[in-house]
């Protein structure tokens, strides 16, 4: 169940966190995988303990905060891992702040980021699944930009934008057995969420009806799930992947 032999896949921000997880469990699960992300010694490290596990994968530096040259760093990919099945927008960014001090490059690095990256590298990548007929995206995106938050006006918009994208696209690629949904995490276990003091992180612990903070392995089997044959017929969706934060 879940396989996904043969199948190549692409994870931005994978030199870390979620995009990390998602590669791995992806790889775990028969898929060359491409990371990228800019970190490229980081990836590269994980290239080889995916490739000692019997694994495939190809390390790529790719900047999605520089949407311009997101085209130029995806033409360097190799074969066969050029022809991507399955794509993963993952890689973000905060800037954090109280919306009436929040600057104009605040707001500007987060968007572009966040959202023109992704749609950067969907547009780089799209065209060779319908030629295909077959494809799978999934977007990252956040209970943030379902239920808003205080001081991430930026965030939330850009997660938002991720959800109106995905169903938009979702419409679009339909009859070309291309399918596009969204996952969006709550408070999970990362380098972002390591910054929240214990007491802070005990009181938003409270509004989890699961009690705790999700890990990064509780995002990656989402988006294996929506990456896998089993899920052809789930589209337009956005799965949410918190505990019980966002009902």
Request: net charge neutral; proline share 2%.
């Amino acid at each position: 169940m879940f396989e996904l032999d043969g199948k190549t896949a692409l994870v931005t921000g994978a030199s870390q966190g979620i995009g990390r997880a998602v590669a791995e469990r992806l790889a775990r699960q028969g898929a060359r995988v491409v990371l990228a992300a800019r970190s490229l010694d980081k990836l590269e490290a994980l290239a080889e303990e995916i490739r000692a596990r019997g694994g495939e994968a190809q390390p790529l530096h790719l900047d999605v905060s520089n949407p311009g040259g997101v085209a130029d760093d995806l033409a360097r990919l190799p074969e066969p891992f050029s022809a991507v099945d399955v794509l993963v927008n993952n890689a973000g960014i905060t800037r954090d702040g109280l919306f009436a001090r929040m600057s104009r490059e605040q707001w500007d690095e987060v968007l572009t980021t966040n959202l023109t990256g992704a749609y950067a590298v969907t547009r780089e990548l799209v065209r060779g699944m319908m030629r295909k007929r077959w494809g799978r995206i999934v977007f990252v995106s956040s209970v943030v930009g379902l239920m808003g938050n205080a001081g991430q006006a930026n965030y939330a918009a850009s997660k938002a934008g991720l959800v109106g994208l995905a169903k938009s696209l979702a419409r679009e690629l339909g009859r070309r057995n291309v399918t596009v949904n969204v996952v969006a995490p709550g408070f999970v276990e990362t380098a972002m969420t390591d910054a929240i003091d214990a007491k802070a992180r005990e009181e938003l612990a409270k509004g989890i009806v699961l009690g705790r903070f999700g890990s990064a392995d509780d995002v990656a089997a989402a988006v294996l799930f929506l990456a896998s044959e089993e899920a052809g017929y789930v589209t337009g969706e956005v799965l949410n992947v918190s505990g019980g934060l966002y009902i």
